[in-house]
T-cell receptor
Framework: QKEVEQNSGPLSVPEGAIASLNCTYSDRVSQSFFWYRQYSGKSPELIMSIYSNGDKEDGRFTAQLNKASQYVSLLIRDSQPSDSATYLCAVKGRSGGYNKLIFGAGTRLAVHP | GAGVSQTPSNKVTEKGKYVELRCDPISGHTALYWYRQSLGQGPEFLIYFQGTGAADDSGLPNDRFFAVRPEGSVSTLKIQRTERGDSAVYLC????????????FGQGTRLTVV
């Protein structure tokens, strides 16, 4: 079992719709969770961090965390073609003393006009 | 500096050669990470520094890979006897400290071993 799992996609949504990206993780005691956006040929860019159960909103982005289900998600409202990218879920777990960021393989999002 | 800076942006080397990749973290960030990313994959952890010391080097694939951070700022990733399988984008990230603080990435070094 991979430590962080994401559906590779592509997830295709029409412009203006809500895009929902999901991630599960294996280490039950993981403390910190992050979403990064990566455009093709570029490096990962931090979008959101979340540490507590529930929702955290920042502009069009909402991160959701459910530690009991070991599940974290990212919602993008009013999706734009510029949101088309790969979204990486990252988790800091027990391994490495909660210092090591472990990434999923990413979900490719395509927003079509 | 304003962000994490990595040099060179691209490096082409012949199989068997030695390479050094440099990372200059965000000023004041004590934690520094090296990752490697292959096409279609997420970044793969290599090593984590807290200050000058390598707090976790469990991701280094073998003893051809070594990294240093002698003054707690700039870090160099060193690869000896490069192999074609080492070709990847090498990413550096820094955070204010370890633990739950957010990590920010540089633009990466694309290494191609021919």
């Amino acid at each position: 079992q991979k430590e962080v799992e994401q559906n590779s996609g592509p997830l295709s949504v029409p412009e203006g719709a809500i895009a929902s990206l999901n991630c599960t993780y294996s280490d039950r005691v993981s403390q910190s969770f992050f979403w990064y956006r990566q455009y093709s040929g570029k490096s990962p860019e931090l979008i959101m961090s979340i540490y507590s159960n529930g929702d955290k909103e920042d502009g069009r982005f909402t991160a959701q965390l459910n530690k009991a289900s070991q599940y974290v998600s990212l919602l993008i409202r009013d999706s734009q073609p510029s949101d088309s990218a790969t979204y990486l879920c990252a988790v800091k777990g027990r391994s490495g003393g909660y210092n090591k960021l472990i990434f999923g393989a990413g979900t490719r999002l395509a927003v079509h006009p | 500096g304003a962000g994490v800076s990595q040099t060179p942006s691209n490096k082409v080397t012949e199989k068997g050669k030695y390479v050094e990749l440099r990372c200059d973290p965000i000023s004041g960030h004590t934690a520094l990470y090296w990752y490697r990313q292959s096409l279609g994959q997420g970044p793969e952890f290599l090593i984590y520094f807290q200050g000058t010391g390598a707090a976790d080097d469990s991701g280094l694939p073998n003893d051809r890979f070594f990294a240093v951070r002698p003054e707690g700022s700039v870090s160099t990733l060193k690869i000896q006897r490069t192999e074609r399988g080492d070709s990847a984008v090498y990413l550096c990230a820094s955070s204010l400290r370890g633990g739950d603080t957010e990590a920010f990435f540089g633009q990466g070094t694309r290494l191609t071993v021919v």
